[in-house]
């Protein structure tokens, strides 16, 4: 068994005993995306594990031992699933392991840009509170969030969970999903279509995957819908956002504020427009990244693997 990027989810602060338990495993912290060095490092493994490491139809087609593929995330766009039924190499993922600590997070992100509470911080110390003439000071306008709207794009499980938070916040939430569970809807949540969320919307939330009909859905079109001041938040994937769109409505101040855990290229490129846009908290994809959430992970993928190998194949993708 080989991992092939294994430090992003145990950077040492975790066991992998889950899956030694079912063989010999070696663990690579990182693998060149190279091919060439992808194909080397399988060899005639059976099992692979990967998270962001790409299994393109070039490499999956010169590892012919290879029979089963973890994916260590969510998304799974990063395997040629075509090519994986053709040979019947089995794909799984980790449907649900983070939930809880992205919601967390995205709260954090909107309660930053209500309160600023990182410049104030930085304020109290660079003197300006002592300097004060009054017991207190701010130098960014603050905000209250009772009372005002979420449009949350993705009402799956994570956004089910940030609109819980949200709502004991005092937030109404404005959903729009593909499929609707009308059951969810309440006094302070309902299901509608975009054209509404980003017309009524104080705040939009992206928890939606990355489709071709998602790609780009916050663009200079759909920006131009939105109200005067809205704030963004994305903890999705970064090709949701056409960037130069959204550093254009930020510098434009048509845009409030924007928090942003992805970007469309990782790690992020120094010509991003993003770095230069006014307003705009970026954090490096760590929304899913608490230990709890990652333990929960490790958990789920002995179990996929244990699964694979009794013969009731578990969170498969193909």
């Not at 068994?1 to 950077?11: E, H, K, R, S």
């Not at 290879?66 to 395997?79: D, E, F, P, R, S």
Request: aromatic content about 8%.
């Amino acid at each position: 068994m080989i991992v092939l990027d294994g430090y992003t989810l145990n950077p040492g602060d975790l066991t992998w005993e889950g899956l030694e338990q079912f063989g010999d495993l070696k663990v690579y912290d990182r693998t060149d995306f190279s091919s060439k060095t992808i194909i080397e490092t399988i060899g005639d493994a059976e099992v692979v594990f990967t998270n962001k490491v790409p299994l393109s139809k070039e490499i999956l087609t010169q590892v012919p031992n290879l029979k089963y593929i973890g994916v260590l995330a969510t998304g799974y766009n990063i395997i040629d699933i075509e090519t994986a039924n053709e040979l019947n190499i089995l794909v799984t993922n980790i449907p649900d392991y983070g939930t809880a600590s992205v919601a967390q997070f995205t709260m954090g992100l909107l309660l930053e840009m209500c309160h600023h509470i990182g410049d104030h911080n930085q304020a109290v110390k660079d003197g300006e509170w002592t300097k004060s003439l009054d017991f207190c000071f701010w130098n960014t306008p603050l905000m209250e969030l009772s009372g005002k709207t979420m449009g949350i794009i993705g009402f799956g499980r994570i956004g089910q969970a940030t609109a819980k938070v949200a709502q004991a916040f005092g937030l109404n939430i404005l959903a729009y999903n593909r499929s609707k569970d009308y059951s969810l809807e309440s006094d302070t949540c309902r299901y509608v279509e975009l054209d509404e969320l980003f017309g009524k919307s104080d705040i939009i939330s992206l928890h939606c995957p990355l489709t071709e009909s998602t790609e780009g859905i916050i663009n200079k079109h759909n920006i131009s819908k939105m109200q005067d001041g809205v704030m963004l938040i994305n903890t999705s994937r970064g090709g949701l956002i056409v960037e130069a769109d959204l550093k254009e409505g930020l510098n434009s101040e048509k845009i409030a504020y924007a928090a942003v855990d992805v970007v469309s290229s990782e790690p992020i490129k120094e010509d991003n427009p993003l770095l230069k846009a006014k307003n705009c908290i970026i954090t490096p994809h760590i929304a899913w990244a608490t230990k709890e959430s990652r333990t929960r992970m490790m958990g789920i993928v002995a179990d996929n693997l244990k699964a694979y190998l009794n013969g009731e194949p578990v969170n498969t993708i193909n």
